[in-house]
């Protein structure tokens, strides 16, 4: 019964792509108001801040070709590997976040559906197994990390313990990775947390009472979606194209060879993350369910870009134009404006890792905001390629696009004043550089 259901999703006949969508001669604009950026593989799994797919799709026919070798040094949930992989590229991606890169890996990786098919029967039977065993055999399966008991009921604890215990049960890596996925949307979705945010944020005490989610069926109903789509997606992928997700952080040497990248595509953050988009708030859960160690859960922000409480340094680059606004920040809160510099010395430090691994004549796309910090507007646009300059790059083109569809707040306290509320990012640069 469980097979047939999970059958009749991934029979479903694949619809190609609107052409407008595709190709990069056919849009006039890079807003994609009203495409649908949930396509294949890429609804997996909400992420802060992601990428939507027709903007990498479109850089990717833009500046590459098949064969070619492309790096996304801030990867995230991979959707600049996934185009890749569709375009024939072969890729890198990197990300600090263990939970980035589990998703990445994922995404971008073509399984059999008969495979899938088999994984989920052979967890729904292990799930049912270990329903039935005395409490106290049950018992032992449950994790302990720090806080457990404020985001979940006993009952989910529960639930989720013998789901993630059967998963585990699986003996192929990458389809017990597949279903990981499944189980990280099934943590969110089953916690206290309060839904559509990415901080971590609990839902008021009289509502608990009344959540009981169904934690099985909406396991079950996420992996069979993402079957489906994963079925869609291996269907595309053409080639002997390969895809390598590294955990890793870009301010330090990478295990990517000299001169072996052709393209960057990338959206790299928009500053430190305890002031801007908090991927480590919105990973902890998962990461804990996962098994990951409380202090690697709780560290994703504080190990970002800008994360650490940094004194002015004598930078390795020169932008007029950051020095202007540093010191234009500097007179409203000096250590906002510390901050705001230890974030950009650490991007330098990426710059100068993505100029190593580059060849001459590669294009690098990066997709950048400009945020607010105490009021002042920091031109990211400016600044990025000013210090890109420093390390050989050229400037060659920038577009501009609005932000309909990246799931961002409207607004944000720019002083980080209680109360206080400012515009934030509603567009988004997208600039394109070339290595001398």
């Known amino acids: 019964m469980r097979e047939e259901r999970v059958s009749e999703q991934v029979s479903l006949l694949y619809v190609p792509l ?13 807003d994609y108001a009203t495409a649908d950026t949930k396509t294949l593989t890429h609804g997996f799994h909400t992420y802060p801040a992601m990428m939507i797919p027709q903007v ?20 995230g949930s991979g959707t600049s590997l996934v185009e890749a992989r569709l375009a024939g590229l072969n890729a ?35 799930y049912r197994h270990l329903q039935r065993l005395p409490e106290l055999e049950r018992q032992r399966y449950k994790p302990h990390f720090f806080n457990i008991d404020y985001w979940f009921s006993p009952q989910v604890q529960e639930e989720l313990a013998l789901l993630r215990e059967a998963i585990f049960s699986l003996k192929d890596a990458p389809v017990r990775d597949f279903f990981l996925v499944a189980f990280s949307h099934t943590v969110r979705e089953c916690s206290y947390t309060r839904k559509g945010e990415f901080k971590l944020y609990r839902i008021p005490s009289e509502q608990q009472k009344d959540y009981q989610p169904d934690t099985l069926a909406i396991f079950l109903a996420k992996a069979e979606a993402n079957i489906a789509s994963m079925a869609q997606f291996t269907a595309q992928v053409r080639g002997n194209s390969w895809v390598q997700v590294i955990q890793g952080d870009m301010r330090e040497r990478q295990p990517i060879p000299n001169e072996a990248i052709d393209l960057v595509v990338t959206s790299p953050p928009y500053g430190d993350s305890h002031t801007t988009v908090a991927y480590g708030q919105f990973s902890r859960l998962s990461l804990q369910w996962l098994g990951f160690p409380d202090e690697e859960a709780k560290s994703v922000d504080a190990r970002a870009l800008g994360g650490k409480r940094a004194e002015v340094s004598t930078p390795p680059y020169r932008s007029q134009t950051l020095e202007e606004t540093h010191e234009q920040v500097a007179q409203r809160d000096k250590r906002r404006a510390n901050q705001v510099r230890a974030f950009y010395d650490d991007f330098a430090r990426c710059l100068a890792e993505i100029t190593r691994v580059c060849r001459p004549k590669a294009k690098a ?11 002042i507007k920091i031109p990211t646009d400016t600044i990025l390629v000013e210090m890109a300059e420093g390390f050989g790059w050229r400037f060659v083109d920038a577009f501009e696009r609005r932000i309909p569809n990246k799931r961002m707040p409207l607004q944000n306290s720019p002083s980080n004043v209680p ?5 934030t990012m509603t567009r988004e640069h997208i600039l394109v550089l070339e290595k001398k």
């Not at 609107?18 to 890079?30: I, R």
């Not at 109360?419 to 515009?423: I, L, V």
Request: glycine share 10%.
């Open 18 to 30: 609107p052409a407008e969508e595709v190709g990069p001669d056919t849009e006039e604009d890079w």
């Open 56 to 75: 990498a799709r479109r850089l990717i026919h833009m500046y590459g070709q098949r064969g070619d070798t492309l790096l996304d040094p801030f990867c």
């Open 92 to 126: 890198y991606g990197i990300d600090l976040n263990p939970l980035a890169v589990l998703l990445a890996r994922v995404k971008s990786t073509p399984l059999p559906v008969e495979c899938l098919q088999e994984g989920l029967s052979c967890i729904y039977n292990q």
């Open 365 to 375: 796309c990066f997709v950048v905001g400009n945020r607010t910090v105490k009021g």
């Open 419 to 423: 109360g206080e509320r400012g515009e």
